[in-house]
T-cell receptor
Framework: ETGVTQSPTHLIKTRGQQVTLRCSSQ?????VSWYQQALGQGPQFIFQ???????GRGNFPPRFSGLQFPNYSSELNVNALELDDSALYLC?????????????FGQGTRLTVV | ELKVEQNPLFLSMQEGKNYTIYCNYS?????LYWYRQDPGKSLESLFV?????AVKQEGRLMASLDTKARLSTLHITAAVHDLSATYFC??????????FGKGTSLLVTP
């Protein structure tokens, strides 16, 4: 157990809808990153939040957006869902320190878009 | 664009045998991580390698990092069934994003 919790664990949405996924970071951590893992692939970096600001972004369109709250928890929002958005979404919690970005992952949210 | 390549992608090995998984990456970095993922589960951190020549061991697994060759290895000694899982290496080249390989799916058979 990493202490990183995500909700919900599973979700089914219809194409065109919007979805919000939630993540509570591990105690003592100040940074949250989100990854998308398609079936049979490695996780792909979506973005990272540090001190409530976006700290870096991967190759994902603007309909993927996020928030970080003062307690370091985070949300991932996806608008205008597409079938290809079906994936396991992983939240990773870390402590921003020089030279070490070790991340601890939550159990993930399995999103299915139909 | 940073590329991370693992090989093999699939590995079936008998219990008791040894094998090595390779992770090559395309840009300078001295921060490399190994994770394990069981089917339908999240990622479990195995090793953190933060300098050239770093070697870490945990049970039957040993990981090493050669930053000059841009290569990390995960060596399995005397495999047991419980090691069956998918193993990912991930490289940090910019201080915030982990770039993952496609993973090595390991099956250990009797």
């Amino acid at each position: 157990e990493t202490g990183v919790t995500q909700s919900p664990t599973h979700l089914i949405k219809t194409r065109g809808q919007q979805v919000t996924l939630r993540c509570s970071s591990q105690s003592g951590h100040n940074t949250v990153s989100w990854y998308q893992q398609a079936l049979g692939q490695g996780p792909q970096f979506i973005f990272q939040y540090y001190r409530e600001e976006e700290n870096g972004r991967g190759n994902f369109p603007p309909r993927f957006s996020g928030l970080q709250f003062p307690n370091y928890s985070s949300e991932l929002n996806v608008n205008a869902l597409e079938l290809d958005d079906s994936a396991l979404y992983l939240c990773a919690s870390s402590l921003m320190t020089r030279g070490n970005t070790e991340a601890f992952f939550g159990q993930g949210t399995r999103l299915t878009v139909v | 664009e940073l590329k991370v390549e693992q090989n093999p992608l699939f590995l079936s090995m008998q219990e008791g045998k040894n094998y090595t998984i390779y992770c090559n990456y395309s840009t300078t970095s001295d921060r490399l991580y190994w994770y394990r993922q069981d089917p339908g589960k999240s990622l479990e951190s195995l090793f953190v390698l933060l300098s050239n020549g770093a070697v870490k061991q945990e049970g039957r697994l040993m990981a090493s990092l050669d930053t000059k060759a841009r290569l990390s290895t995960l060596h399995i000694t005397a495999a047991v069934h419980d090691l069956s899982a998918t193993y990912f290496c991930a490289v940090d080249a910019d201080g915030y994003a982990l770039n993952f390989g496609k993973g090595t799916s390991l099956l250990v058979t009797p």
